[in-house]
């Protein structure tokens, strides 16, 4: 999959094992905000140019998510 990924240009992550996806699940900060880019919005209702966002900012987003139990 990674080698698929690379050959359209994008760059794989790998986020942990399954029992982790929690961290990037709706309302976490990995979950679609890194990518909005210059809009200025807080969501993807209003578009923005868009933004590379790097495995270190990724991991980081990562790293923040707090579980739904816990909010």
């Known amino acids: 999959m990674t080698a698929f990924l690379d050959s359209i240009g994008f760059d794989a992550l790998d986020a942990g094992s399954l029992a982790e996806g929690w961290r990037f699940q709706r309302d976490t900060p990995a979950y679609g905000t890194p990518y909005l880019g210059d809009s200025?919005?807080?969501?993807?209702?209003t578009p923005g140019s868009g933004r590379p966002v790097t495995g270190e900012t990724?991991?980081?987003?990562?790293a923040e998510a707090?579980?739904?139990?816990?909010m």
């Open 40 to 45: 200025g919005a807080e969501s993807f209702a």
């Open 58 to 62: 990724m991991r980081s987003k990562l």
């Open 66 to 70: 707090v579980r739904y139990r816990d």
